[in-house]
C-alpha cells in the first residue's frame, strides 16, 4: 500500500511522526503532559488530502435453504487422544461411505478436501470450514463436539 504513495504524501507523512521514547514510563500523569505537548503541535493536514476509496458496506441476508453437495456430506468426528484426532467420513448422497480423512487440524483436512476435489460447492466449504473449527477447538478446550445437523435453513 505504501508503494502506491507519492514522494510528497511520503514526506508530509514523515512530518507528523514524532518518536517519544516512553517505554518503562509507568507515570500516568507524564504519558498525559506527554500526550498535551503533542496535541500543542498540530502537525495541519495534508493539502491534498488523503485518497480513499469507498466501499458500500453489504448487510448480511439470512440464508437461504440447504442444497445438498453433488459431491456428497461429511461426518465430523474427534478422536481424543489419537495422533490424528480429527477423523472426517466422506459420503454419496447415496449414504454409501466413500472416503476417511484424518488430520491433526482443521487446515490441513481443509487442504485435503480441496486438493481432491472432495467438496463442489462454497456454502458447503464455509459450512465445513465453521465445523472444522469448533472440532479443533473442542480439542484444544477439552469440551465435547456435537456436528450441527442439516437444518433447512443453512444454506
Not at 508530509?12 to 496535541?39: C, P, T, V, W, Y
Not at 440464508?63 to 484426532?85: Q, T
Not at 486438493?115 to 473442542?138: M, V
Request: charged share 25%; with cysteine; proline share 3%.
Amino acid at each position: 500500500m505504501l508503494q502506491n504513495l507519492t514522494e510528497s504524501e511520503v514526506s508530509h507523512f514523515r512530518k507528523q511522526i514524532q518518536i517519544i521514547d516512553l517505554i518503562g514510563e509507568r507515570d500516568l500523569s507524564e504519558l498525559a503532559r506527554q500526550m498535551e505537548l503533542l496535541n500543542k503541535q498540530a502537525v495541519q493536514p495534508y493539502e491534498a488530502g488523503l485518497k480513499v476509496d469507498l466501499v458500500e458496506i453489504q448487510r448480511a441476508k439470512p440464508a437461504k435453504r440447504l442444497k445438498l453437495d453433488p459431491a456428497g456430506y461429511f461426518v465430523i468426528m474427534v478422536m481424543k487422544g489419537k495422533e490424528n484426532p480429527l477423523l472426517i467420513e466422506h459420503y454419496g448422497n447415496d449414504g454409501k461411505l466413500m472416503h476417511m480423512i484424518e488430520g491433526v487440524d482443521s487446515a490441513s483436512i481443509c487442504a485435503t478436501l480441496i486438493e481432491k476435489n472432495f467438496i463442489s460447492q462454497l456454502n458447503h466449504a464455509a459450512y465445513l470450514g465453521q465445523e472444522f473449527a469448533k472440532a479443533e477447538l473442542s480439542l484444544l478446550s477439552d469440551s465435547k463436539y456435537t456436528q450441527d445437523q442439516a437444518q433447512g435453513e443453512l444454506f
